[in-house]
């Protein structure tokens, strides 16, 4: 009862910024968290920022101090500005909303890729 439209992603070079927007709809009441995950070719999938209901928000150690989690509760999106964005960057980015009353507690956006030049 709760999908996940991930909007953003492209080509950067290093160095530049880019925005992901993730808008929730259906039943969104009963979101508890959303955040942003990645994943690269040959490498597992890792939280890039998360932001609870109540507020509290984590990163990824790669990304803390270059990555912001946002929300916008009116149009209830979340999104995930980026920074300083270096190769390693280069990965999948997937939208996330948990819920205890969400069927397997989860629900993920379709993806979005992005990359960064040297």
């Known amino acids: 009862q709760v999908q996940l439209v991930e909007s953003g992603g492209g080509l950067v070079e290093a160095g530049g910024s880019m925005n992901l927007s993730c808008a929730a709809s259906?039943?969104?009441?009963?979101?508890?968290?959303m955040g942003w995950y990645r994943q690269a070719p040959g490498n597992r999938q890792k939280l890039v920022a998360s932001?609870?209901?109540?507020?509290?928000?984590d990163y990824g150690d790669s990304v803390k101090s270059r990555f912001t989690i946002s929300r916008d509760d009116a149009k209830n999106t979340i999104y995930l500005q980026m920074n300083n964005l270096k190769p390693e960057d280069t990965a999948v980015y997937s939208c996330?909303?948990?819920?205890?009353?969400?069927?397997?507690?989860?629900?993920w956006g379709q993806g979005t890729q992005v990359t960064v030049s040297s």
């Open positions: 996330n909303a948990w819920g205890t009353r969400l069927s397997g507690y989860d629900v």
């Open positions: 259906g039943t969104v009441s009963i979101i508890t968290a």
């Open positions: 932001s609870r209901i109540d507020g509290k928000t």
